[in-house]
């Protein structure tokens, strides 16, 4: 099976522009617009970022899922090679999401690990999770199998995200009963513009790395090809 | 009912395998008999009962993990999987088959293994028994589907633990939270959820796993 290049509707460099446009725009807005938060000061600042790669983490792992069953389903030849590139996109992102949030508990809580922080232990097993499917991935040949089995293991990550979530929560019970609340109410103006801008600067950002990703994997393939034509 | 005539000649042959070789169940009851004496030991001596019953699962785990990682070595070693394949009979039977019989090896364990947690520990209430039972069905599910996949590969064993473990964390927190809660019902009721969703989840893309 070999991967076809799919024709974009939009070039990588108008995707390029747009996210160094839009991250720019949305540092701005972080750093110069939004105002202080009341309880937790500046460095509530990082949460715009935080829950945007978090966001984004998710759309990765689903796109990944989605291609995977493109994959099985429709049995798409370039399927394969999208989702493995969307879920290491996904672990990126997620990596990130660890980091931020590993910051934003230190500065709030005093702690670089929160066990009773629901979204870190989450991303901490979907980290485990999905390093498992880049081993799996590597210790199969390339080929029919290999792709059959990312793909049924992408998808099993779908289903451990729900699950894994109701799992922490339900732990919490037993583990620690104290639930942090993260912001007030007063969810709107500027706070929401922000946040709106991060979560469309970082989507965009991760769709252009995507492009990228998968750009440089399909020369990678043509390459492989061409020097066994 | 061919279906269920085909699943129940596959796990009648790891059964009989089972008996005559007798390569997995002794190690597994080895395993979780020791692995409770190097509990003890590394339980400091003013621990507390919740404590044991958390490392009651962690045994538990890493039984089932022992027995999945043979599950597959026989089919592998003689190449049966390959005639089992080309076998007219659906696919999924192959995986509910091979569940099964790690079902009946790991419960086979267990029954030896409670009583033993019990003597050394502590007792163990009706809500931990059905808890495990619960959980055994998931893992032996998830356990089995991913041993397919882990023999296939060139890591084979070392890949499995790996593949296996981020997949038992909801399983250890619905039996830990059922052994150590007054009121379990959610707990075990999340544990059949579990069930349900890999157990469908499994038994429709098995076909993926062994088909090229």
């Excluded at chain 1, 037993?174 to 109410?185: N, R």
């Excluded at chain 1, 709106?196 to 090809?225: F, H, M, P």
């Excluded at chain 2, 008996?19 to 004496?37: E, W």
Aim: charge should be neutral; aromatic fraction near 14%.
């Amino acid at each position: 099976m070999e991967p076809v290049t799919r024709s974009h509707r939009v070039s990588l460099p108008v995707l390029a522009v747009a996210s160094l446009v839009l991250v720019t725009l949305a540092l701005a807005l972080v750093f110069f617009v939004v105002p202080n938060d009341a309880n937790q000061g500046f460095s509530q600042r990082i949460f715009y970022f935080h829950v945007s790669i978090a966001f984004t983490a998710y759309a990765c792992f689903a796109g990944g899922a989605w291609k995977a069953l493109l994959h099985l389903w429709k049995r798409d030849p370039r399927a394969d090679l999208e989702s493995y590139v969307a879920i290491h996109q996904g672990v990126i992102f997620g990596v990130l999401v660890l980091i931020t949030g590993s910051i934003w508990a230190k500065i709030s809580w005093g702690h670089w690990w929160l066990w009773s922080e629901d979204q870190l232990v989450l991303f901490l097993v979907l980290f485990l999770f999905y390093a498992a499917y880049f081993m799996l991935r590597f210790s199969v040949d390339p080929g029919p199998q290999r792709a059959n089995f990312s793909a049924v293991y992408a998808l099993f990550g779908v289903v451990l995200i729900p699950v894994s979530f109701l799992a922490i929560r339900i732990a919490k019970s037993f583990i620690h009963p104290v639930v942090f609340t993260l912001h007030g109410p007063n969810f709107g103006g500027w706070i929401l513009v922000t946040y709106c801008v991060a979560q469309a600067a970082l989507l965009v950002l991760a769709y252009t790395l995507y492009r990228i990703e998968l750009a440089g994997k399909l020369i990678d393939v043509r390459l492989r090809e061409l020097r066994f034509a | 009912m061919t279906y269920l005539a085909d699943v129940r000649a596959l796990a009648r042959k790891d059964l009989l395998l089972e008996l005559r070789a007798r390569d997995t169940l002794p190690a597994m009851l080895l395993f979780v008999v020791a692995t409770f004496v190097v509990f003890h030991f590394s339980l400091p001596s003013h621990s507390s009962q919740l404590a044991a019953s958390g490392l009651l699962w962690v045994a538990i785990v890493f039984t089932a993990l022992l027995g999945l990682g043979r599950a597959f070595v026989p089919e592998r070693e003689q190449r049966v999987l390959d005639g089992l394949v080309l076998a007219p009979c659906d696919r999924s039977a192959i995986w509910l088959a091979k569940a099964i019989a790690t079902f009946a090896f790991l419960a086979a364990a267990e029954i030896v293994a409670l009583p033993v947690f019990a003597l050394f520990f502590h007792g163990l209430d009706g809500a931990t028994v059905a808890a495990v039972v619960l959980a055994d069905v998931g893992i032996c599910a998830v356990g089995t589907f991913l041993g397919a996949m882990a023999v296939a590969t060139r890591a084979r064993d070392l890949l499995l633990p790996l593949l296996f473990l981020p997949l038992a964390i909801p399983i250890i927190v619905g039996g830990v939270g059922a052994s150590v809660v007054g009121s379990p019902g959610r707990y075990l009721a999340f544990l059949a959820l579990y069930d349900l969703l890999f157990g469908v989840l499994c038994w429709a893309s098995f076909d993926y796993v062994v088909a090229e």
